[in-house]
């Protein structure tokens, strides 16, 4: 088995979760892979797919990318992360991140201020939590009077900070056990490893301490004219958010991706996906044969990605045959 980390991303888009997450849990750890990551945006949340998935496997790492600040009060996220490394036996990473405004304000009623001070205040506030001690906080945006964690995690919870911006990636330099990157390209991590070993190094902390994992969209052989139509809008979709369309630009898509903005104000939605260029498509996502996806994977670790998580896409239209193909995509890009 190789050393080297490799994980997953479940549940799979677009399939459903009986069919993906046991099934593909046990299937990741026979094959090698080391880890299995969730996000939660408007499916399922971060903890559900990976508790069952604790329940069949022995030696996979879990993490969530992400659990969004915004949307759980911190000492519900405590007593979650300590429910889930109890579980898991000690596998669990919790990574959180601000998400954006559109999910956190509009989709989920929150308040969407001062992201910056609320991560720095929930890692704080977890920090003590999760060691058991009776907190009595005030920090932007919660209140906490009385407050003891009763669940026994029985392993320290490591904590991952997700990070687009200088300022977030330095603060997870400074405070976080690990980095947690999305939609980058392999120059894109060198820059963003840059503030975050800055922020390490301002905290007087060892950088090559710090877990980098990134999230990389893949698909294998798939019919390529449609995978880049749906590709084109995956990103727009990024590309719409504030953040996200700020961190496209210092990767050197200013044009295209202030294009892709107008136009979606403007109302044409189609034009904002034709503006997303096929260099933004083949710096951000891996796609082609299993060979040109390996070769991706590996100018990710070169850049600095100690922990790549695969997000498997298929287009095809059914169901299962879009099953197949994932199941097939994550055989051929298996740990050697």
Known sequence: MSSKRLGLTVPIEGLPIPETVIPIAKMAESLGYTDLWSAEVSGTDGLTPLAAAASVTEHLRFGTAILPVFTRPPALMAMGAASMQALSGGRFVLGIGTSSAIIVGRWMGEDFTRPLTRIRDTVAFLREALEGKKMDAQAHGFTVRGFRLTAE??????????????????????????????????DGVKWALDQVRAGAKEAGRDPSQIDVVA?????????????????????????????????????????????????????????????????????????????????????????GVKTPVLFPISVAGDPSERLERVKRTIEVLAPS
Do not use: C, H
């Open 215 to 303: 999230r990389i969209p893949v698909a294998v052989d798939e019919d390529e004219t449609f995978l880049r139509y749906m590709l084109r809008r995956l990103t727009t979709n990024y590309a719409i958010v504030d953040v996200y369309n700020a961190s496209l630009r210092r990767q050197g898509f200013g044009d295209p991706a202030g294009s892709v903005s107008e136009l979606w104000v403007s109302g044409d939605r189609e034009g904002a996906a034709a503006a997303v260029t096929d260099e933004m498509l083949e710096s951000l996502y891996l796609f082609g044969g299993a060979e040109d996806v390996l070769a991706g994977i590996d100018r990710f670790r070169r850049a």
């Open 153 to 186: 995690s029985g392993e320290k919870v490591p904590i991952y900070i997700a990070g687009l911006g200088p300022k977030m990636l330095r603060l997870a330099g400074q405070i976080a056990d690990g980095v947690i990157l999305f939609l980058f390209t392999p």
